[in-house]
Structures are given as C-alpha cells and as structure tokens.
C-alpha cells in the first residue's frame, strides 16, 4: 500500500516534468518570433505595425476565439488527450514557415500556432490542480514557469544562432520539430486525474456548469477577479515590452539579431530561472498555509521593479540596458505560480479549466496584440517626429513600463479577499447553485440544482474523444 502511494507520487512530479517541458516548447516559439520581427519585416517590406500584426496580432485574434471553447471542454472531457492534440498542432504549424514562401502561407502557420497554444493554458493548469492537492498547487505552478524561462532562453539564443547562420523559417523548423518530439513523449507518459478528487469536491456526479455561471461565480469571489486583473496588467506589461526589446536593442545600440538574441537569451535562461527558483523558496516558506503572504510578495515585486523597467527605457547606455532587463524581465516568470494557484483554489474544481483559459484568452489579448501593436503605433507615429527615427521603440516603451504600478494595486487588492474567497469554496454544498450567493455568511443561499447546458461547445465536449474513460 506504500508503495503504491510513493509510486503516485513519483508519477505525479514525472508528468510535471513533461507539463514543464510542453510549456518550454510554448513559452520558447513565442518568445522566438519576438527577435525576428526585423526579419520579417525586411522580407516582406512591412511598417512597425504592420510587423506586429502578422507576428502577434492575428496570432492572439485566433487564441481569443478558441480558447473559452478549450477551456469548457478541459472542465469536461479528457485532459490529457487534448493537451497532446495542442502539442501536435502548434508544433507542426510553427514548423511550417520552412515551406511559406508568401505572406499568406505565413498567415496560415501563425492562425494554427494560436490554435494549438490556445488550448495549453487552460489544459495543464486544470491538470496539475487535479495531481496537486491545495498544499501543493502552489509548488506545482511555482516550478511551472521554469520551464517556460528555459525554453525561452533556448528558443532566443539558439533560434537567434540558427536565423543568423541559415534563415529564420529554417530556426522555426527546428524548433517545431523539437516540440513534437517533447509532445510524443507527453503522449506516452501522461494521465488524466480524477476531477476535484484532491479537493474532496468531487465532481463526476454533478451537473456541469455552463459558461456564463461559472463566469458569474468567478468574478464574485474578488480575490479571483483581482488576480485575474492583475495578471493582465502583467502580461500587457512584461510580454509587451518584450516583443519589442530584439529591435529596441537593434536599432538603438546597433547590435545585431545573434548578439540581441544571446543578451535576451540569457535574461531568460539564467535571471529568469534564478527568480523563479529563489521565489519558490520564499514563497515555499512564507506562503505554504498562508494564501495572503504571496500576493503580498507579487504587490511589493510588481512595484519595485517598474522601476528599472523605466530606467531601461530612457538609458542609451547598453550595459545599463541591459542589468535593468535582468532585474525587471523575470516578473513575467514569477506572477505565474501565486497568481494561478490562488484562482485555481478560488473557484469550483469544473471551474478551473474555464476560468484558466478566460485569463489566458485576455492575458494573450493584452501581450501579444494590444500591448505590440500599441507599441508599434507609438512607434510609427514617433518616428517622423524625432531626430533619429531609429530611436522611436525608446519612447513607445515608456508610457507601457509603468504598467507594473498597475498590476501591483490588483495584488494588493486581491490579498484583502483571498481568505474569504477560498473559505466560501471549502464550505461549498454540492447541491447548490454557484450563482446563490450569500457574502454575509460566506456561504450559498439557494439549493436550486445547476441547469444543464446546452451550449454548442458542451455538445462538443461530449464527442466520445474527450470523455474520460473511468
């Protein structure tokens, strides 16, 4: 009997690993296609704007559209299986530049990218909250961002390498090939968890929950609304700027791609991993049975290191450019783990896979088609109005570096409710309605039953694919 459960527990931090490395390969193609944006541009003759349109804009339209049906269908069929048909399908796509010699077949690869990466958000984080019990959610999403730093600093400096030596298409295909060999291996080695079964809120015979109550209990609980808006903020603030930094590096410090690329690569690959293994140590000992302590930290983190977000903007001196990079880069590693393990345990277990994939459907919107294109506007718009046109990603940077202030305030916020938030989950009744409720007791008032959805994408999610097997 032991042995059976040590052998679980193994399995458990085994499939982490693979989740980890699934996220390296996501994490990794996007942050590649943030240095060839210059490439791109030059190929097919394009403006700042028009650039982020191709490379992130359309790319983000199409996880908008895909991810909340993604997200229903994680609340109700088979994880596992779904996580390996994203893994197939962003991989491949992103591979397919090497045969995209127009503007049109590039369009193409990058609607499927979107495609395959809209459904990988909410999937592993309804996974791991199911193989982590509350205790642990934390730790699990804490080591989560990783492997996305990793794969960040891999993709930029050896896909910056390979654009250097060959072409950016032909990077593009090593890196989509790496992918599926990492997606085959998840197929072999991941297990679908029973829902809610670690929450002692099982769910196999209740009713599932249509979209709009599962919305309308989410943004009840305000800890969860907070941190959701929080990590918005962060996603528009961090992510935004780093798409741009590859040509704010090239056009205003005169270095090339390989070198802009191995700078930015190190950022990712060591800083970005140094913060996130320092912070799950802080956070393993300060917030392991207190869920305010982490979003205090994430308050005081967002604060502080707008300010050297700021600093890098305005210098024009490449060393202090880049020490402030590597203070203020990690951010977009280290929200990841407090922010998701708090609104994974503020909501329902069927919930999570929903309200996953609304903070990454908005999340994406923010980072990678607000947030560039707002850059690339400023930019263009700057350009014809100061005395070196090459210097106007500098000045579109700067209004967008003191978003972190933003995103602190929410953090704050959210550490006044979260208690409260989490104790009106734990003392759920099974039998009553989400949308029923009462503040002043910290419970539900009602014992209607959920009503049945009937949505297009519920009848999607009973396709016999996505059922799991019991």
């Known amino acids: 009997m032991a042995s059976d459960i040590v052998s679980k527990v193994d399995r458990r931090w085994y499939m982490l690993i693979f989740v980890m490395l699934l996220e390296a ?17 030059s190929e097919f003759n394009l403006s700042d704007s028009g650039t982020a349109f191709i490379v ?8 908008i ?20 048909a994203s ?25 499927g990218v979107g495609l395959g990466h809209a459904g990988m958000m909410p999937l592993k984080m309804s996974f791991l909250a199911d193989k982590f019990g509350a205790r642990d959610r934390a730790t699990a999403f804490m080591l989560l961002p990783i492997g996305g730093s990793a794969g960040a600093w891999a993709a930029i400096a050896g896909g910056g390498y390979l654009t250097d030596l060959y072409s950016w298409r032909f990077a593009m295909f090593v890196l989509g090939m790496t992918s599926l060999a990492v997606t085959i291996g998840s197929w072999m080695v ?42 918005i903020v962060i996603n528009f603030w961090i992510y935004g700027m780093a798409w741009w930094l590859a040509p704010f590096l090239t056009r205003s410090f005169g270095i090339s791609v390989a070198k802009a690329s191995a700078l930015l690569g190190a950022v990712h690959g060591t800083v970005g991993v140094a913060a996130v293994i320092i912070t799950f140590f802080i956070l393993d000992k300060i917030g392991k049975d207190d869920p305010v302590k982490p979003l205090w930290f994430l308050t005081i983190a967002s604060a502080v290191l707008t300010v050297p977000a700021v600093i890098m903007a305005f210098t024009h001196s490449l060393t202090v450019a880049m020490i402030m990079m590597w203070l203020f880069l990690p951010m977009g590693y280290i929200y990841i783990g407090p922010v998701y393990a708090a609104v994974s345990t503020g909501v329902l277990p069927d919930m999570r896979g929903q309200v996953s994939a609304v903070m990454g459907m908005v999340s994406g919107i923010a980072s990678t088609a607000i947030a560039p294109m707002t850059i690339g506007f400023i930019s263009d718009l700057v350009a014809p109005r100061i005395s070196n046109p090459l210097d106007s990603v500098r000045y579109a940077l700067l209004p967008i570096a003191l978003t972190g202030l933003w995103a602190a305030l929410h953090f704050w916020l959210a550490s006044k409710y979260v208690k409260e938030d989490q104790l009106r989950v734990a003392t759920h009744d099974d039998h009553e309605s989400p949308n029923a409720l009462d503040r002043s007791r910290w419970q539900y008032s009602s014992t209607t039953n959920h009503p049945e959805p009937t949505s297009i994408f519920t009848k999607l999610a009973r396709l016999r694919f996505f059922t799991v097997r019991r």
């Open 87 to 111: 893994g197939f399908l962003f991989s491949l796509f992103f591979a397919a530049p090497i045969l995209a010699s127009s503007y049109f077949l590039l369009l193409i690869s990058r609607i």
């Open 25 to 41: 390969c996501r994490i990794g193609q996007v942050a590649f296609m943030s240095i060839v944006t210059d490439p791109i541009k």
């Open 65 to 84: 559209f895909s991810a909340i049906p993604l997200g229903i269908v994680a609340d109700r069929g088979n994880r596992t299986k779904l996580i390996v």
């Open 56 to 63: 992130s804009f359309i790319y983000a339209i199409v996880a």
């Open 190 to 231: 991941l297990r679908e968890p029973e829902r809610g079964g670690l929450d002692g809120i099982p769910v196999a015979n209740r009713k599932s929950l249509g979209f709009l109550a599962t919305m309308t209990f989410a943004m009840r609980q305000r800890s969860v609304r907070h941190c959701v808006i929080g990590c």
